[in-house]
């Protein structure tokens, strides 16, 4: 199988965990994969040594008749029926509204989201019974609660580390003061420390410029890891999209061709050219540019297929040199972009 010879385990910022170097996002589990589907993809990449599961509650209550926690409940059964908890570091979050599109039986959210100390003890307990396990390894906040404090909000997380609930604390789609609050409000109220960040990160013009221009220094200089979530731009960085050319059947086709600027497909025109150069995938070479970023720990990555996944895994076997690094960097280079669009 692929991804074998050459996968190193990455620690995950200054926390005790090591972790696969691609972790394996679950998003799509109950919504574009089914649950036989889905227990291969995690045999497969269980059996190639991959051991960082990321999930969420709410995966998926954007379909129809999925009030949330159907992916949770999916890897729980896989886990229970392989025996394998003590394998996998498993990482899930809270912050989103549970119930048919975040809403629940009366239209309303009616406290069932945020991050109060209420619902993520709530969340936490829920999550670990779809789970069918005793405890999270990485417990992370989804995003932001502008009407929760944020030491509410850590005190509640240190609550369940106490209780053995957690293991350690993460935190998703936060700005570099966000979490620079959250980081000095653990200093001095003596609470847990976020261990990571989940951002969105890719080659992709802005989401580049978006990570990189602060909250990246944030995270080298706290000594946070970073496990981006999309880091394929949701299928663009694929190579199956192109100006000019038809959409592939997809359901996020709509959502990527948006995406597709002039920048972001001579962005895509590099990747192809660099992968033609290692006889890779467009897709591997822009994971192979993520991992040689600073503080990278684990890109995250979605498949629909076993297949689809293998492909992804054959990036642990591809090294891009410095020419190619410079050459990818570049092209999606975020600082002379917007020098351009200021004169």
Same mark, same amino acid.
């Given at each position: 199988m692929k991804g074998m010879s050459s996968a190193t385990y990455r620690r995950l910022g200054r926390s005790g965990l090591h972790l696969f170097p691609l972790g394996l996002g679950t998003m799509q589990f109950g919504w574009s994969a089914d649950e036989a589907t889905s227990h291969g993809i995690l045999d497969h990449y269980a059996a190639v040594g991959g051991n960082f599961i990321d999930t969420a509650d709410i995966y998926t209550t954007w379909t129809p008749g999925n009030p949330g926690g159907v992916s949770e409940e999916i890897i729980g059964r896989w886990m229970k029926a392989r025996g394998n908890r003590d394998d996998i570091v498993l990482a899930t979050k809270v912050r989103g509204g549970m119930g048919q599109n975040g809403q629940d039986g009366r239209g309303s959210i009616h406290q069932r989201e945020g991050l109060s100390r209420r619902w993520i003890i709530k969340a936490c307990e829920d999550s670990l019974r779809r789970l069918q396990t005793d405890h999270i390894d990485l417990y992370q906040a989804h995003w932001v609660d502008n009407q929760t404090p944020v030491e509410e909000t850590l005190a509640a997380f240190t609550e369940l580390v106490r209780r053995g609930y957690v293991r350690y604390i993460g935190?998703?789609?936060?700005?570099?003061? $966000? @979490? =620079?609050?959250? @980081?000095?409000?653990?200093? $001095? $109220?003596?609470?847990?420390?976020?261990? #990571?960040?989940?951002?969105?990160? #890719?080659?992709?013009?802005?989401? %580049?410029?978006?990570?990189? %221009?602060? @909250? =990246?220094? +944030?995270?080298?200089?706290?000594?946070?890891?970073?496990?981006?979530?999309?880091?394929?731009?949701?299928?663009? @960085?694929?190579?199956?999209?192109?100006?000019?050319?038809?959409?592939?059947?997809? +359901?996020?086709?709509?959502?990527?061709? #948006? $995406?597709?600027?002039?920048?972001?497909?001579?962005?895509?025109?590099?990747?192809?050219? +660099?992968a033609e150069r290692h006889a890779a995938r467009p897709a591997q070479v822009a994971l192979a540019w993520l991992l040689a970023q600073p503080a990278m720990t684990a890109p995250i990555i979605g498949a629909n297929s076993t297949a689809q996944l293998d492909d992804l895994l054959g990036t642990l076997d591809l090294t891009l040199t410095p020419d190619d690094l410079a050459e990818l960097s570049g092209a999606s280079d975020w600082t002379r972009a917007r020098t351009e669009l200021e004169r």
């Open positions: 935190c998703s789609n936060y700005s570099a003061w $966000r @979490l =620079m609050q959250a @980081l000095w409000t653990s200093d $001095r $109220r003596g609470l847990e420390h976020y261990v #990571s960040v989940q951002p969105e990160y #890719s080659l992709l013009d802005p989401t %580049r410029a978006n990570f990189e %221009r602060e @909250l =990246m220094p +944030v995270c080298v200089e706290y000594g946070l890891g970073i496990i981006p979530w999309s880091p394929l731009g949701g299928g663009l @960085l694929t190579g199956k999209y192109r100006r000019g050319q038809a959409l592939p059947d997809s +359901v996020r086709a709509g959502e990527a061709a #948006s $995406r597709l600027t002039e920048k972001n497909d001579a962005v895509i025109g590099s990747l192809v050219s +660099v």
